[in-house]
């Protein structure tokens, strides 16, 4: 049986200690991956964002709340994992500098300078050993095919699962899984527990079987 | 009988489809006061921004996402009640333009110009009739009695709740009371619900006696 690393849910990135940047990802997806892959016998560790939701109680639960923390989990949970699916959506901007009292309307707005944050997959696939697999996450709204292949080799994974903003905090999802050459492997849609099973099927077929 | 409005949740200011401005707040001191209010026989209004939480059946609850839908909710509702309870925490920047599809990283960072958004009670405030009472919460982390107070006058508020950034998403919560004068009228901590029952113990007492 594998040793499965997921990254889940969303990052928090905070201009003040009050506000900050995110996304509406729920972790419901990486919750009905990591109960699929629990069930099949793998061993599940997950990487978190703040989430609402209850992980499978087999699973490993590591907490975090911005992208350079959920970077720092993986790295130290990656090395002993056989393959990664990160299906997290970490928040990919963050504030210069972080504000340390709430900061104050003045009525003039705010100028606000982000930097980007290290890409996390990205930097697991460059460091990543022969042996392991790696299967990215993909939201995009525009030419969505050729971004989500390009963003799988620069990633350097073995399969990337498309999917758009409707599946943000929605119960059910619609996913295209593509290989490295582009192909589409399966188009899934429905719940999504039912498109979790689907999209482990190919990771067992494809990846957990060589 | 009372027929309140409650302000509830955060908002969020999209930067583009997927990512936002937003703060923690949870939706639950929202959900406690309005408990208490509908115990104790009123109508209760919530206009709630995005929350995982359940308001009590009883009441009407009028969903929105950002500021300024929560503002125009808070317009239609308000001239039609008795009081008003704003325990949201709106989101106070808002992207001067929402890019309409997803932003691609180019490895160079995003200067992100923020606009305040409408402030929703002040809002309200300058235009509440004679008989309408108003109760607004102000979470500071600096000179925080001196700043609520401030909040007070200029939103021309009856009473203020003044509480910090460790409530935001907790279970428990400590507040302070403050009427117009600066006096603090009650200091509770507690679960949300029982701080819930003291703030609006006062609410009977000092404005809905009247």
């Known amino acids: 049986m594998a040793r499965i690393l997921i990254t889940s849910g969303p990052t928090r990135e905070y201009l003040d200690p009050v506000r900050y940047l995110t996304n509406a990802s729920s972790g419901r997806m ?14 599940v560790v997950i990487v978190s964002g703040p989430v609402e939701i209850d992980y499978p109680e087999q699973a490993q639960v590591v907490s975090v709340v911005s992208t350079e923390e959920m970077l720092e989990a993986c790295r130290e949970v990656f090395p002993r994992c056989d393959g990664l699916i990160g299906v997290a959506a970490p928040c990919d901007y963050r504030p210069r500098k972080t504000a340390r009292h709430k900061l104050s309307k003045t009525g003039r707005g705010l100028e606000l300078h982000l930097v980007e944050t290290p890409d996390i997959v990205a930097t697991l696939g460059a ?16 030419d969505p095919r050729i971004r989500a292949v390009q963003k799988l080799e620069r990633k350097r994974c073995d399969l990337i699962v498309l999917n758009g903003p409707a599946a943000i905090h929605a119960a059910t999802t619609a996913v295209e899984v593509l290989d490295r050459r582009g192909t589409v492997l399966a188009a899934l849609s429905g719940g999504k527990r039912e498109v979790a099973e689907g999209i482990f099927r190919i990771i067992e077929e494809r990846l957990l079987g060589r």
């Open 127 to 142: 460091s990543r050993s022969q042996g392991q697999w790696m299967v990215a996450f993909a939201l995009e709204t525009e």
């Open 30 to 43: 990486g919750q009905a991956l990591a109960e699929v892959a629990v069930k099949a016998g793998h061993e």
